[in-house]
């Protein structure tokens, strides 16, 4: 770190993190075509990024007081001011606890169900398995979110609202004639554009003042994402157990049930529909470990493409033909229209279903690594700016008249000196 003081008057201090290492330079085709995404998204190389440094705090102890400070911010008076947001990479490790607690409770009621037969708890199994690992996954971008000025309040509001208009957007586009077909490369460009409608639509009359950060973009599209995805993973779960339910009966599986059973002896629901709701836990499990890398990163992305020309802007349509907006939202589009073709998930072969699935996968999360880090650049430039109107303004009604060189890069905090 390195400190520097200025003369006249309350001495200042001020923290300048050191510049980070420069990544190595890629080289071949790996190396161009990273160049090439980065290019299109409008975003530089990855700097000072490990991941061992950014989970160094998922396993460690944080006690009851820490997670009741670390989840109440976000309110306009617990908002951190912005001298004092720190601009390196987060340090996540809510998520972790988020993600432990939802499995541990699916894996006891699914556990009760089996044991007991109970049909009761067969909802609460299927909510569980659908909403688990979008919501960890949700509560790792909050708490990318450095500036810490979006709430759980605000993101709750978000998922349910924007959710909803979402799926009722992208629902309602999907019976008109123009989309009617549900071509795989249809998906990319009408959800996306739903998703992103949605956040626009929900966050229009937000103080653009306060959620002007490329950070707050991320987090609001994640969130939809995260809400459309739930969505989606629950009618997914229905297509597997209405029509499990119908094979069941043809086949005669209640009369197995029946005539193995004593005579006058009854039998639950919960029991007889167990095959079926195996069979149904198998595809909403396959969607929970694809839930991170599908429409919760590429809303995030979309609606961090459009943050980015917005700033604390209230927003526009002409925000939305604007170029540097335009060249990334095709990112989302094509990943998602490449998701749903026949070389990822479309696929009729497993492997090369999931060989594609995990390229798209590391694509995505990589640009959405590239957004995070230009979001906390922006962070650290406001500081910067908002720094040096402090010191004209010290300097200016102190009337020191002295000619200041420009400040470095990155100041993260201000302190008196004693």
Known sequence: MVYQAYPGGPQQVYYVPAPGKPGHAGSGVMGDLTAKIRQLASTDKLESFSFKEIFNETFKKHGGDAVEEYLGVGSPRSTPPLEMVDTNWPKPWMFFRVLAGLVVAYAAIYALY???????????I?????????????TFLWEMNTPRNVSVIEVIKLFVVGGGISVLVITLAYITPLFSAGEFYQAGILEESGKLLAVILVTWGARGARYPYQLNGILFGATVGAAFACSETLGYGMDAFAPGLVQFVKGGGLDQIFAGLPQGATVGWGIILMPVMKATLTELNVRAVLAPFGHIVWTGLAAGAFWRVKGDRPASLSMLIDGRFLRAFIIPVVLHAIWDSPLAAGSSNLVMSWVGMGVLSVVGWYVLFTMIQQGLHQVRDMQKAQLEHTLQHVEATLGLGTVRPPMPPGPVAVAPVA
């Open 114 to 124: 089996i044991y007991t037969g109970n049909e009761k708890p067969m909802i609460a």
């Open 126 to 138: 299927m909510v569980l398995a659908t909403f688990a690992v979008p919501m960890a996954t949700l």
